[in-house]
């Protein structure tokens, strides 16, 4: 299996723009989570996801986040106006049981 | 926020030595794992360890849990240039093991 495919791994935008980032999570894994890390606040849970469901979306900021997973091998976090305090590496893991698979993240800039 | 809190945030040591990190956490667990990070990359899982568990090894790992001090410690032994990166603790809730809260981390550098 590839693993966690994230796209794009880099984004560079402007203030106001709308940020899309897309996850393939690993075939087979029922659980899809979306983090964020930044050096001030660590790693941050966003959202998850099981067999397709939001569970918990108690760590999206604000209204500007919303998150979908339309089916099983697809999910996408959108930033709709982009702000320069939405600068961060997000993360998409993917889960089977307890242990995460985590791809290789996107790293946002917002200017 | 955050539960796990690690000790300490960064730590250097020689090729050959070993590192201990420690990690905290607040409420009760139903297990505990730790991930590494290089720079630039995403996690990667090392080892997980239930609450009824109180020590796991895997190669060079050695993880102990003591659930009455909430705290868990990762020991690595005969530590190698390549083991330069950020370890992370993380908790699985009791009655909620899908979802992990990660703690701040700990950044070891490994001089060759």
């Known amino acids: 299996d590839a693993g966690v495919i994230q796209s794009p791994r880099h984004e560079v935008t402007e203030m106001g723009q709308e940020v899309t980032l897309r996850c393939k999570p690993i075939s087979g894994h029922n659980s899809l989570f979306w983090y964020r890390q930044t050096m001030m606040r660590g790693l941050e849970l966003l959202i998850y996801?099981?067999?397709?469901?939001?569970?918990?979306d108690s760590g999206m900021p604000e209204d500007r986040f919303s998150a979908k997973m339309p089916n099983a091998s697809f999910s996408t976090l959108k930033i709709q106006p982009s702000e320069p305090r939405d600068s961060a590496v997000y993360f998409c893991?993917?889960?089977?049981?307890?242990?995460?698979?985590f791809g290789p993240g996107t790293r946002l800039t917002v200017t | 926020s955050q539960q796990g809190e690690e000790d300490p945030q960064a730590l250097s040591i020689q090729e050959g030595e070993n590192a201990t990190m420690n990690c905290s956490y607040k409420?009760?667990?139903?297990?505990l794992q730790w991930y590494r990070q290089n720079s630039g990359r995403g996690l990667v899982h090392l080892i997980l360890?239930?609450?009824?568990?109180r020590e796991k090894h895997s190669g060079r790992l050695r993880v102990t849990l003591d659930t009455s001090k909430k705290s868990s410690s990762l020991l690595i032994t005969a530590s190698r240039a390549a083991d330069t990166a950020s370890y992370f603790c993380a908790t699985g809730s009791v009655g909620n093991t899908d979802k992990l809260i990660f703690g701040t981390g700990t950044r070891l550098q490994v001089f060759p």
């Open positions: 409420t009760s667990i139903n297990n």
């Open positions: 996801f099981n067999n397709n469901v939001p569970i918990d």
């Open positions: 360890i239930r609450s009824n568990e």
């Open positions: 893991a993917s889960s089977f049981l307890e242990e995460q698979y």
